[in-house]
């Protein structure tokens, strides 16, 4: 199917274990975005991806570890999950640098 | 660094009801706006934009005007709908940055009621 997905749609996970959250878009975007949605708070920019191989640290990267070997994905690790990024986590792509196509989002939930 | 800020929410009204969400920013040079909404357990989605000082965005009933001089980029709808409830967010692009490194507002929950 064309488009963002990502997986899984929700996750529940202890605090201190490694997991990682999927994001694959068909388009072949050149841009690939992770962000965290918490209330009060709206989007919040963790790392960002202008191309393969190429990765850049947004606003609240501390905890985080991307990777982009693939144009069409771009996965997100938590190394080791504290209950501070309990949130909502959405991945986003664009080419034209004017609209970004959003994922429906992974509930991830730290216990 | 650059921010956007949107009215405190959330907001209620009734069907048919007119529609104010307020959105300021703040940003060096002439930034790319944007709506984005957000439909319950969904992904956002762009509403509209606008990427020049003057520029109004228009989409499904929706609309906003681009104002430099107040830095503002308020969102209208003049009767809505329940279909409507959702999260809106306002957001930026700076001009300088490709690839839509988005700054976004905390977003405001709107409800209508019918």
């Known amino acids: 199917d064309a488009g963002i997905t990502q997986s899984p749609r929700y996750k529940i996970t202890e605090t201190g274990r490694q997991v990682t959250l999927m994001c694959h878009q068909t388009?072949?975007?050149?841009?690939m975005f992770w962000y965290r949605q918490d209330l009060g708070h709206g989007l919040r920019l963790i790392y960002y991806?202008?191309?393969?191989?190429?990765?850049d640290k947004g606003e609240v990267p501390d905890g985080y570890v991307v990777s982009r070997s693939k144009t069409e994905n771009f996965p997100l690790t938590l190394e080791s999950a504290t209950r501070s990024q309990t949130s909502v986590y959405f991945c986003?792509?664009?080419?034209?640098?004017?609209?970004?196509?959003f994922g429906q989002g992974t509930r991830l939930t730290v216990v | 660094g650059d921010s956007v800020t949107q009215m405190e929410g959330p907001v209620t009204l009734s069907e048919e009801a007119f529609l104010t969400i307020n959105c300021t920013y703040t940003?060096?040079?002439?930034?790319?706006l944007f709506w984005y909404v957000q439909y319950p357990g969904e992904g956002l989605q762009l509403l509209l934009k606008?990427?020049?000082?003057?520029d109004k965005g228009s989409n499904k009933g929706f609309e906003a005007t681009y104002r430099k001089e107040t830095t503002s980029f308020h969102l209208e709808k003049g009767s809505v709908q329940v279909s409507d409830s959702a999260v809106y967010f306002c957001?930026?692009?700076?001009?300088?940055?490709?690839?839509?490194?988005?700054?976004f507002g905390e977003g405001t929950q709107l409800t209508v009621n019918p």
């Open positions: 388009w072949s975007h050149s841009y």
């Open positions: 957001a930026l692009s700076p001009p300088t940055a490709s690839g839509s490194r988005l700054t």
């Open positions: 940003a060096t040079g002439y930034p790319s």
């Open positions: 606008a990427t020049k000082a003057d």
């Open positions: 991806s202008a191309a393969a191989d190429i990765t």
């Open positions: 986003a792509s664009t080419q034209t640098g004017v609209e970004a196509f």
